[in-house]
C-alpha cells in the first residue's frame, strides 16, 4: 500500500515552490526590509530562473494578440521574445535617461 498524498501519475509536487523555501524566503524579506514588513509564504512563487518566471506569468496574462503588455525601453530582450511566443503583443514605453531612468505617465496613458 502506498503513502501517496496525489493519484498515481499524478504532480505531488507545490507548484509555488517548497514551503520550508518559501519560508526561509519571507524571512530574508522581512530582516532586509525591517519588521514593518510582513512576508507571507502564500504569496511567494520560487521558479528556476528568470526565464522560467517571466514565462509564467506571462502564460497566465496572454491570451490572444489583443493582449498587450507594456515593457519599458531598453528592456532585456527575454520579454519581447516571450511576449512574442506567447502570441501577445509588445506595447513599448520609452524611459527616460537623463530622468534617472523614469518615466512619463502620460506617456504610459
Known amino acids: ?3 501517496l498524498s496525489a493519484p498515481v501519475g499524478a504532480y505531488a509536487g507545490n507548484s509555488a515552490g517548497d514551503a520550508y523555501l518559501r519560508k526561509i524566503v519571507a524571512e530574508f524579506i522581512e530582516k532586509r ?3 514593518a514588513v510582513h512576508s507571507n509564504i502564500d504569496n511567494i512563487f520560487l521558479t528556476n530562473g528568470a526565464s522560467e518566471g517571466v ?3 506571462l ?3 496572454i491570451n490572444s494578440k489583443d493582449d498587450g503588455i507594456m515593457v519599458p525601453i531598453p ?10 511566443l506567447k502570441g501577445g503583443t509588445l506595447v513599448e514605453y520609452y524611459l527616460d535617461e537623463e530622468n534617472n531612468w523614469g518615466c512619463d505617465i502620460k506617456e504610459l496613458e
Do not use: E, F, K, V
Open 1 to 3: 500500500m502506498s503513502n
Open 75 to 84: 528592456q532585456y530582450p527575454l520579454y519581447s521574445a516571450a511576449i512574442t
Open 33 to 35: 526590509d525591517g519588521p
Open 55 to 57: 514565462n509564467t506569468i
Open 59 to 61: 502564460g497566465m496574462l
